[in-house]
C-alpha cells in the first residue's frame, strides 16, 4: 500500500469543495493526495475560472506512477465521464477501487448534490456514506466529523425526519454503530481509551 496518497473525489465541479483543495494545496497545508477527475472536465474549469495549475496526469493502477506523486504537481488521476454529472459518481467509484487496489490509503469526498446524483444517475443514491457501506458491503457505518477538540459521529444518516424515531428504538442498531465508532477511533485515530458521549437526536438529514 501507498501509505501517503489520500483519493479525493471531485464532487460537485461547480461547488466550492474544489476550490478549497486547489487553494490549500498551493499554500501547501494540504499534499499527498490524487484529485479523481476527467482530464478534460477538469480542465475546462480550470480554463473558466482562470486558475492555473501544473497537473500531472495517472491514466493507470501503475504502483510505480503513484510512488511518484509529490507536492510539485496537482496530481489527477483521469476517469472516463460524459458530463459533470457522471464525472462526480464515477470518480466516488474510481476512489474506492484505487484504495481496494492498496494504491491509496483513504479517500476525501468533496460535497456533492445528492438530489442531482439520485435524479440523473442513481436512483438509489442517498449519500456518500451509504454509497460506500453498499459498496463495501457493511451493515454498520459511521459518518464522522473530526476537529482535534472533539470527533462528531451521527447515529442516523440521509434518512426521511420520521423515520428517526423508529431507527433509534431499535437499541442493536444503536449499540453496533457505538461499537463500529469505538474501533475506528482505536484503529485510525490512536486514541487508546475513547470516551463517548451520547450527546442528543441531531439528524444529518441532508439539504432538505
Given at each position: 500500500m501507498?501509505?501517503?496518497?489520500?483519493?479525493?473525489?471531485?464532487?460537485?465541479?461547480?461547488?466550492?469543495?474544489?476550490?478549497?483543495?486547489?487553494?490549500?494545496?498551493?499554500?501547501?497545508?494540504?499534499?499527498?493526495?490524487?484529485?479523481?477527475?476527467?482530464?478534460?472536465?477538469?480542465?475546462k474549469?480550470?480554463?473558466?475560472?482562470?486558475?492555473k495549475?501544473?497537473?500531472?496526469?495517472?491514466?493507470?493502477?501503475d504502483?510505480?506512477?503513484?510512488?511518484?506523486?509529490?507536492?510539485?504537481?496537482?496530481?489527477?488521476?483521469?476517469i472516463?465521464?460524459k458530463?459533470?454529472?457522471?464525472?462526480?459518481?464515477?470518480?466516488?467509484?474510481?476512489?474506492?477501487?484505487?484504495?481496494?487496489?492498496?494504491?491509496?490509503?483513504?479517500?476525501?469526498?468533496?460535497?456533492?448534490?445528492?438530489?442531482?446524483?439520485?435524479?440523473?444517475?442513481n436512483?438509489k443514491?442517498?449519500?456518500?456514506?451509504?454509497?460506500?457501506?453498499?459498496?463495501?458491503?457493511?451493515?454498520?457505518t459511521?459518518?464522522?466529523?473530526y476537529?482535534?477538540?472533539?470527533?462528531?459521529?451521527?447515529?442516523?444518516?440521509?434518512?426521511?425526519?420520521?423515520?428517526?424515531?423508529?431507527k433509534?428504538?431499535?437499541?442493536?442498531?444503536?449499540?453496533?454503530?457505538?461499537?463500529?465508532l469505538?474501533?475506528?477511533?482505536?484503529?485510525?485515530?490512536?486514541?487508546?481509551n475513547?470516551?463517548?458521549?451520547?450527546?442528543?437526536?441531531?439528524?444529518?438529514?441532508?439539504?432538505?
Amino acid at each position: 500500500m501507498n501509505k501517503k496518497i489520500i483519493a479525493v473525489t471531485i464532487g460537485d465541479i461547480n461547488g466550492i469543495g474544489i476550490e478549497i483543495l486547489i487553494k490549500l494545496w498551493k499554500t501547501k497545508k494540504i499534499n499527498n493526495f490524487i484529485l479523481i477527475t476527467n482530464k478534460k472536465l477538469f480542465t475546462k474549469y480550470l480554463i473558466n475560472k482562470k486558475i492555473k495549475l501544473i497537473i500531472r496526469t495517472i491514466i493507470n493502477y501503475d504502483k510505480n506512477e503513484f510512488k511518484k506523486i509529490n507536492n510539485k504537481y496537482f496530481s489527477i488521476f483521469d476517469i472516463k465521464a460524459k458530463n459533470n454529472n457522471d464525472n462526480t459518481y464515477n470518480s466516488l467509484l474510481e476512489s474506492y477501487k484505487l484504495n481496494n487496489k492498496n494504491l491509496c490509503k483513504g479517500i476525501i469526498t468533496l460535497p456533492l448534490n445528492k438530489n442531482i446524483i439520485s435524479k440523473k444517475i442513481n436512483n438509489k443514491f442517498v449519500g456518500q456514506t451509504e454509497f460506500f457501506e453498499k459498496l463495501n458491503n457493511k451493515k454498520y457505518t459511521n459518518m464522522i466529523f473530526y476537529s482535534k477538540k472533539i470527533i462528531v459521529s451521527p447515529l442516523t444518516t440521509h434518512i426521511p425526519i420520521n423515520n428517526i424515531n423508529k431507527k433509534l428504538k431499535n437499541m442493536n442498531f444503536i449499540l453496533k454503530k457505538i461499537e463500529k465508532l469505538i474501533l475506528t477511533l482505536k484503529n485510525d485515530f490512536s486514541i487508546k481509551n475513547p470516551k463517548i458521549a451520547l450527546a442528543g437526536l441531531n439528524p444529518h438529514a441532508g439539504e432538505n
